[in-house]
C-alpha cells in the first residue's frame, strides 16, 4: 500500500562503541517520555522512561537525557552490540481531554556494524 | 514479557474481503490502542479505547473500525478490504501511569 509518513534516518556505528539516538518533541506540557525498540517484524518493546521531573535516568547499559527548555530526548546507548540493531522510537505523554495519549517520534534506524 | 496478542500473524486476502484483526490483552488494561505502521516508517495511531463501550479515532484517518464489548479484546475490522490497506496493524494496551505494552503486531497484504 502507499506509506504514510516519512522514512525514518538512520544512525550507523561500530560494534563497541556508544550510540546517542536523539528526538525533539513536540508539547512542553508532556510529562512522561518512553523510549521504545522494535526489532523487524515484532511489535516495539519499551527500553527506559523518564518522567518530567528528572533530567537523566540510567537503565542497563542505556541511558535518557531530558532537555525540557529545547525539548529534546536522547538515547545513550553504550558498548552497542549487534542485537542492539533496531529502530528506536520516542513517545511523549500527551494529556488529553479523556486521559492520556501516547504521540510517537518518527524513529530512528540504528545499524550496528560487526 | 507484555501479555497481549494478536492474529492473524499474517494475512494475505484480496480485494473486497471483510477482515477482522484479533487483539487480546490479559492484564485487564482499560486503554487500548491500534496503530497502523508502513515498514520502515513511523507509527500512526488509528484508533483507541478507553473502556468497555469507549472507542475513538486517532491522528490517521483509517477506514477500519473497532469495537470494546469486554476489556480484555479490541478488535479491528475492515468491512471491504483494499490494496491501500496492505500495512502492519500493532496493537497496544497501557498500563495505568507507565507504558504501552504492544502485541507482534498483524501484517496485513491485500491482494
Known amino acids: 500500500g502507499e506509506s504514510v509518513g516519512l522514512h525514518l534516518p538512520t544512525l550507523s556505528v561500530q560494534e563497541g562503541d556508544n550510540s546517542i539516538i536523539n528526538c525533539a518533541y513536540s508539547?512542553?506540557?508532556?510529562?512522561?517520555f518512553i523510549w521504545y525498540k522494535q526489532e523487524s517484524g515484532k511489535g516495539p518493546q519499551f527500553i527506559i522512561d523518564i518522567r518530567s521531573n528528572m533530567d537523566k535516568r540510567q537503565g542497563q547499559r542505556v541511558t535518557v537525557l531530558l532537555n525540557k527548555t529545547v525539548k529534546h530526548l536522547s538515547l545513550q546507548i553504550a558498548a552497542t552490540q549487534p542485537g542492539d540493531s533496531a529502530v528506536y522510537f520516542c513517545a511523549e505523554n500527551r494529556k488529553g481531554n479523556a486521559g492520556n495519549m501516547l504521540t510517537f517520534g518518527g524513529g530512528t534506524r540504528l545499524m550496528v556494524k560487526p | 514479557e507484555a501479555d497481549i496478542y494478536q492474529t492473524p500473524r499474517y494475512l494475505v486476502i484480496g480485494t473486497g474481503k471483510k477482515i477482522t484483526l484479533e487483539c487480546s490483552q490479559t492484564?485487564?488494561?482499560?486503554?487500548m490502542y491500534w496503530y497502523q505502521q508502513d515498514p520502515g516508517m513511523e507509527l500512526h495511531l488509528i484508533h483507541y479505547s478507553y473502556g468497555v463501550n469507549s472507542t475513538e479515532k486517532g491522528d490517521l484517518s483509517s477506514e477500519s473500525t473497532v469495537s470494546r464489548i469486554r476489556t480484555e479484546h479490541f478488535p479491528l475490522t475492515l468491512e471491504s478490504a483494499r490494496p491501500s490497506h496492505t500495512s502492519q496493524y500493532l496493537c497496544?494496551?497501557?498500563?495505568?501511569?507507565?507504558?504501552?505494552?504492544f502485541g507482534p503486531g498483524t501484517r496485513l497484504t491485500v491482494t
Open positions: 497496544a494496551s497501557l498500563k495505568q501511569g507507565g507504558e504501552q505494552y
Open positions: 492484564m485487564g488494561h482499560d486503554k
Open positions: 508539547n512542553s506540557a508532556s510529562d512522561y
